[in-house]
């Protein structure tokens, strides 16, 4: 039997009941079947009588009296639905999924009155808590981030504390040097809070449209003008291309356009190297496609915020460009994760808290734009960022 003649909840339910229950189960988003079986010995006797359209989908379930061992292969979840349909007990299990992307759900089972010529019946309800799960596993990262990336520069000044205290104190040669590392990492922790302060604020309100107007390309001038000294002692060129004054002009947080022109600009002069000049452009009046066209052949792209689109949005573009060694494929998804650094990109001048992209993307979404990185390897990366223009 095809899948659309599979029994329905209307068809399942007694005559009394109400039209309005049976549609409100087809039309339940988590996947709900209902399992009979006779012969406790017997896995395959397992037979699924009714599946909503979440579950058919879910479970790819092609015809009625489906075995359920056919749709669910996973031992636990079997465990559960026996519990329920020959120990008339409420059953509860979890199991992952691969793919392209893991995913995670949870079954809850619970045993049915049996039926007129006496099958047992079971409830099965399938939910998916991969967001969940995700959340829960960026909490435990991020504290374990959180509490590593400040023990580190805390045991550093720690450590030259004793020493200052010891052997040290009388050397001023010495003492010197010892304070000028403590306040390099005294400057290091204080950016990470002021970090993660930042990241808060932005995501406490980052469901509230900003209501300002900003000319981008003056705030990237603005930028420019304050980061220039400091990619100069880099030995990088920074090369604007920007339209005329007004051109540019969205609705938007001016200093939360400016922390991203600022996070942007300064992590492309970073990865320059000496020698190297970054481009930074922005553009008018293009479309989502047009924004996050590719400029290198053969380079990679990903998309990491997409904005809603309705349909004949122009955006105002801001594209940064640096000649640095460029990211591999594999790590793109991962950039704007917190803390998360491209592994061998990870010392030197080049260390930052790791939450300058993370910090990009709230804002980028508070202004209902997109993010998205080009990259090849040997050959740098551009970061586009771009807003609606009204």
């Known amino acids: 039997m095809p899948i659309s003649t599979l029994p329905t909840a209307a068809s399942l339910a007694p005559q009394t009941d109400r039209p309005a229950f049976a549609a409100m189960v ?53 465990e559960a639905v026996d519990e329920s349909l020959f120990g008339d007990l409420a059953g509860e299990a979890s ?34 808590e991969t967001d969940s799960r995700r959340n829960e596993r960026m909490r435990a990262d991020f504290l374990a981030n959180a509490s590593h990336e400040l023990r580190t520069p805390l045991a550093s000044l720690t450590g030259f504390i004793e020493t200052l205290r010891g052997h040290a104190k009388d050397d ?40 300002g107007r900003v000319d981008v390309a003056l705030a990237v001038l603005d930028v420019i003008d304050a980061l220039s000294p400091l990619a100069a002692e880099r030995g990088v060129k920074l090369s604007p291309q920007l339209p005329p004054k007004g051109q540019a002009t969205i609705v938007g947080d001016r ?33 989502a496609e047009a924004a996050i066209a590719l400029s290198r052949p053969g380079a990679a792209r990903l998309s990491i915020l997409t904005p809603d689109l309705v349909g004949g949005e122009r955006f105002t573009v801001l594209r940064c460009t640096d000649q640095g060694p460029g990211i591999a494929r594999e790590h793109l998804p991962r950039l704007s994760e917190r803390f998360y650094r491209v592994e061998g990109q990870k010392s030197g001048e080049r260390l930052g808290t790791g939450l300058g992209l993370a910090i990009v993307k709230h804002i980028i979404n508070r202004h209902r734009g997109g993010l998205a990185i080009e990259s090849a390897e040997g050959q740098g990366t551009t970061f586009i960022a771009y807003f609606p223009t009204p």
């Open 95 to 128: 199991y992952e999924t691969g793919g392209a992307q893991d995913r995670y759900w949870r079954v809850l089972t619970r045993p049915l009155a049996q039926t007129a010529d006496g099958a047992r019946q079971a409830l099965l309800v399938i939910r998916d």
């Open 172 to 211: 001023p040669v010495a003492r010197e040097r010892f304070l000028g590392v403590m306040a390099a990492q005294a400057g290091r922790m204080a950016r990470l809070i002021d970090d993660l302060l930042s990241l808060s604020r932005i995501e406490l309100n980052e469901h509230i449209a900003p209501e």
């Open 255 to 287: 200093d939360q356009i400016l922390q991203v022109a600022q996070n942007l600009i300064d992590n492309a002069s970073k990865y320059s190297p000496p020698g190297g000049a970054v481009q930074i452009e922005v553009a008018v009046g293009l479309t």
């Open 26 to 78: 087809d039309s339940l988003p988590d996947p709900v079947l209902v399992v009979t079986a006779r012969d406790a010995e017997d896995s395959s006797d397992r037979r699924v009588v009714f599946a909503n359209p979440a579950a058919r989908e879910l479970l790819r379930i092609q015809s009625e009296g489906a075995t359920l061992v056919s749709a669910i292969r996973h031992p636990r979840v079997l």
